[in-house]
């Protein structure tokens, strides 16, 4: 089983959490592409301190607000290799997890798909096909370097967000075809949001 070293201050169920945090204002606001910050290579956290624990508190709470199950710093303007995610399912306790640094050190062969979506994407879902399983080191909230092995939900969230640290999108693993879709689906959605 997984640990979630992540200081849980919720000890009610994710769905709690979640509607709790859609009813107060979001933290932060979230960058929806094809925002420029999206595209950076984030650099490296020196520690996990007061600074970046505040980070990960308010990306916590700005991705519980947005309904995600993963949030990565540049996804709100912070260039700095630091990801939360959250993947308990609704009837489970909340297990918020904070990562800085993470690194995929193993990937196995073997591939799953999943259909993914992404909080600079409102709305649109595609399939995606990564590494069913992988290992990741990272520094957690105490500034402490821990491995974890990862598998389904988990490791499609872990992996999606560390794309994000290195300017890598979830549309990038598609055909130019589906992203080209995507993209234009995405321009739409903004013209009507405008429009509104
Ligand atoms: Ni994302």
């Not at 993470?102 to 096909?129: I, Q, R």
Request: charged share 25%; hydrophobic share 40%.
């Amino acid at each position: 089983m997984l640990d979630a070293p992540c200081r849980n201050p919720y000890v009610l169920s994710a769905h709690f959490v979640r509607a709790v945090h859609r009813m107060t204002m979001p933290t932060k606001p979230i960058l929806i592409a094809p925002a420029p910050e999206l595209r950076k290579l984030c650099t490296p956290v020196d520690a996990v301190d007061e600074r970046i624990n505040r980070l990960m508190k308010d990306m916590l709470d700005t991705m519980y607000h947005a309904d995600g199950i993963g949030l990565a710093a540049p996804q709100i303007g912070i260039l700095e290799r630091v990801i939360v995610l959250d993947v308990a399912r609704r009837d489970e306790p909340s297990a918020p997890m904070c990562l800085a640094n993470p690194e995929v050190l193993w990937a196995s062969k073997d591939t799953s798909t999943h259909n993914e979506g992404c909080l600079s994407f409102p709305d649109l879902y595609a399939d995606v096909t990564r590494p069913a399983s992988v290992h990741v080191r990272y520094l957690d909230q105490d500034n402490q370097s821990r491995e974890i092995e990862a598998t389904d939900l988990l490791a499609v969230c872990l992996q999606h967000e560390i794309d994000h640290l290195n300017g890598v999108l979830f549309v990038d693993h598609l055909s130019k075809l589906k992203r080209d879709m995507i993209l234009r689906k995405l321009k739409k959605g903004r013209k009507g949001a405008e429009a509104a």
